[in-house]
Structure formats: structure tokens, C-alpha cells
């Protein structure tokens, strides 16, 4: 049966309710129930006439996931692996803080791109995320914590801009219906050229995280192959534009990989080509993914000697917080553990996914 969640109220009102006199107030009524407090099943929206959702539970599922295993961190960091029913399971992360609660949502099943650091891109791609399974994945995290969800980062599994009608469907249903704030809400993207330049365009101030992970093209054309297409300086110029069209500060997302990533040139390259742009640096030392490449964590002198240099050149920086490695849920970690498509992958941790 086909799930409501994806569908705005109006198309609730059109798809579930056509014909009834009192459609636009009872799909208000089942939109709240389902975006705003969560519900699971029909029998829960007491308010609704029971003949009403007796007929709808014959016609229509009210989320479309499924559970597949839940990892919660001694920190508090909660995963989940889900899937739709056709075995290709994928992964959503919740990480509370005394400050507020985040996620970290997937918008892919597998990833295209290949960054050779990345279990989730060594992996393999298999499809995307429809905007409902998305946002199922936002409600299915928010059922497992007290506080509400109030910032959304869309750097779980998958390239973003690589399904933007979906993303974008997502992201203005999350505003629209969920109730979140734009300015709460972030994609991160490889630099998808096209992508990143439609996105300024639409006009809305959602956060936008470049991943550069190295300023100069030969390492990071190694490091990924999306760098063969689109050089580091036309990504870093199309954040510039996205920056200047929407007002919002970028994040350039710099993963430290010792002895590549992390030396004292990269560092004041970096900071040469950021300079006068609105953007925070955000440093992550490698979490370590079984590749063929060794890659190594860096030294803690060389991850406070690269911060130096940019804060030195005036370069805000900051460094991520690691949460949920007991359950594989930092960056680059997301691989999956499953029986479907994807258990042929090489690269499988325990349950991964990527962080906010």
C-alpha cells in the first residue's frame, strides 16, 4: 500500500479524501497527526471518525520504513537501519546535545561518487531516496528522542544534489508540514557543479557544506573522483555564488588524513583561497575505514598546527565533535549490514552512518 508521508496536505486532501465535503479539514487533521506528532498508525488519530480511519488503514500505509536494527552510543547518538520492504536498507542518525538535537538523514541507498576514504562510497550505489522515504527518515529518529529534532543535515548516505527533485521535495516538506527552519537545515555535496548552482537559485537560506578535503586538485582528484570534472576552484567559486545569493555562511567540510591532507601547504593554500568568503572550516580527522589506501588518522600535533595556520590567516575554524563511534556512526563509516543488494559490498561495518 502506498504511504502518506511524502504527500503535502493538499495532496492528502486530493489523494486520500476526494469527494468528502470536509476533505481540506480532515487532511489538515491527518497531515498534523502525521508530520507534526508522529503517528504511526490510523488508529491513533482519535479525532478522525473511525468509520474514516478504518477505510483509510485499507488504503494506505501511514509510514512507509521499516526497522531494521537500532544502535544507540554510550554518548547518546542513535542509528537506525531502514528500509521500504525491497531489502535495500539505509541509515538515519540522531545526536542529541545539551543545546539541541540534530540528524544526520541519507538521501541515497549506497553513493555514486567514490572517495576512496569513504566506506559508504567504496560501497557502491544502488537508487535514491524517494522525498518520503527521506522524511520518514527524520519522523522514525523523532520517535526515538523526547526533545524535537530542530536541525537536519543531509550528509548520511548519498550525494544530495546527485537526487535534488527529491532533496528539495524533502527540504520544503521538513519546512512546510514538519515545521523546521530553513536556516535549521544543511546539505553537503562532493561539488556537483549543476547542483550546486540550481540550489542558489531557488532562493532558500538552507545551509550549504562543500567537502574539499585537500585545496590542490592532483591530491584531491586522488582522493575523489569528482575533482576530475570540477576542479577545486570552480567549487569553490560556485560557493562563493551560493554564499552571495542566499546570504548564508558556507562550511567547507576538510577531512585530515595523515600525512596527505594535513600538511603545513595545504593549510596555507586553503586559507589563501577561503579568504574574504563567509565560511567556517570545519576539520575531521579521519575515522579509520578499512580501504586499500592505509589511510592513517593524523597526529595531534599536525591537526593543531593545520588549525593554527588558519586561524593564524583569520580563518574561522572549527573541528568536529566525534559522537557514536561505538556504533560506527561517524564520518565515512556508513555501509550497512543487511541481506539485500547491498550485503555484496565489501566494505560493511557494524550498522555505519555518517554524522552531523
Known amino acids: 500500500m502506498?504511504?502518506?508521508?511524502?504527500?503535502?496536505?493538499?495532496?492528502?486532501?486530493?489523494?486520500?479524501?476526494?469527494?468528502?465535503?470536509d476533505a481540506r479539514w480532515r487532511a489538515k487533521q491527518i497531515a498534523h497527526w502525521i508530520y507534526r506528532k508522529g503517528a504511526t498508525d490510523f488508529s491513533a488519530m482519535l479525532d478522525l471518525p473511525a468509520a474514516l480511519r478504518h477505510e483509510l488503514a485499507g488504503r494506505f500505509r501511514v509510514q512507509p520504513?521499516?526497522?531494521?536494527?537500532?544502535?544507540?552510543?554510550?554518548?547518546?547518538?542513535?542509528?537506525?537501519?531502514?528500509h521500504s520492504g525491497d531489502g535495500e536498507v539505509f541509515e538515519a542518525v540522531v545526536f542529541p546535545t545539551r543545546e539541541r538535537v540534530s540528524c544526520c538523514l541519507s538521501s541515497?541507498?549506497?553513493?555514486?561518487?567514490?572517495?576512496?576514504?569513504?566506506?559508504?562510497?567504496?560501497?557502491?550505489?544502488d537508487r535514491d531516496l524517494t522525498a518520503?522515504?527521506?522524511?520518514?527518515?527524520?519522523?522514525?529518529?523523532?520517535?526515538?528522542?523526547?526533545?524535537?529534532?530542530?536541525?537536519?543535515v543531509f550528509m548520511g548516505m548519498g550525494e544530495p544534489l546527485l537526487n535534488y527533485g527529491n532533496v528539495l521535495r524533502a527540504i520544503r516538506l521538513l519546512?512546510?508540514?514538519?515545521?523546521?527552519?530553513y536556516r535549521h537545515i544543511t546539505v553537503s555535496t562532493v561539488g556537483i557543479l549543476p547542483g550546486m548552482v540550481r540550489l542558489a537559485e531557488e532562493g532558500l537560506p538552507i545551509h550549504l557544506a562543500l567537502s574539499l578535503h585537500s585545496p590542490f586538485d592532483e591530491i584531491r582528484g586522488k582522493l575523489m573522483p569528482v575533482n576530475q570534472k570540477w576542479k577545486v576552484s570552480e567549487v569553490l567559486s560556485a560557493l562563493r555564488r551560493y554564499v552571495a545569493a542566499t546570504g548564508r555562511k558556507a562550511t567547507v567540510e576538510y577531512l585530515l588524513l595523515d600525512g596527505i591532507t594535513d600538511t603545513p601547504e595545504q593549510a596555507e593554500e586553503l586559507a589563501r583561497l577561503v579568504r574574504g568568503m563567509p565560511c567556517v572550516v570545519n576539520l575531521i580527522p579521519f575515522n579509520h575505514v578499512?580501504?586499500?589506501?592505509?589511510?592513517?588518522?593524523?597526529?595531534?600535533?599536525?591537526?593543531?598546527?593545520?588549525?593554527?595556520?588558519?586561524?593564524?590567516?583569520?580563518?574561522?575554524?572549527?573541528?568536529?565533535?566525534?559522537?557514536?563511534?561505538?556504533?560506527?556512526?561517524?564520518?565515512g563509516q556508513l555501509a550497512g549490514r543487511h541481506t539485500g543488494r547491498l550485503a555484496r559490498r565489501r566494505f560493511r561495518s557494524e550498522l555505519p552512518v555518517s554524522p552531523s
Open 290 to 331: 578499512d580501504t586499500e589506501q592505509g589511510f592513517a588518522r593524523p597526529k595531534r600535533e599536525a591537526v593543531r598546527e593545520f588549525r593554527r595556520r588558519l586561524e593564524a590567516a583569520g580563518v574561522n575554524v572549527t573541528q568536529r565533535v566525534e559522537r557514536g563511534h561505538d556504533i560506527a556512526a561517524a564520518c
Open 108 to 125: 541515497q541507498v549506497g553513493c555514486p561518487m567514490g572517495c576512496r576514504f569513504c566506506a559508504t562510497g567504496l560501497g557502491g550505489y
Open 132 to 152: 518520503g522515504e527521506i522524511v520518514a527518515e527524520y519522523l522514525a529518529l523523532q520517535r526515538l528522542v523526547d526533545r524535537r529534532i530542530s536541525h537536519v
Open 65 to 82: 520504513l521499516a526497522v531494521a536494527d537500532h544502535r544507540v552510543s554510550r554518548d547518546g547518538t542513535q542509528k537506525l537501519l531502514v
Open 175 to 181: 519546512h512546510d508540514e514538519v515545521g523546521l527552519s
Open 2 to 21: 502506498p504511504s502518506l508521508v511524502g504527500l503535502t496536505t493538499a495532496e492528502i486532501a486530493q489523494a486520500a479524501l476526494a469527494g468528502r465535503d
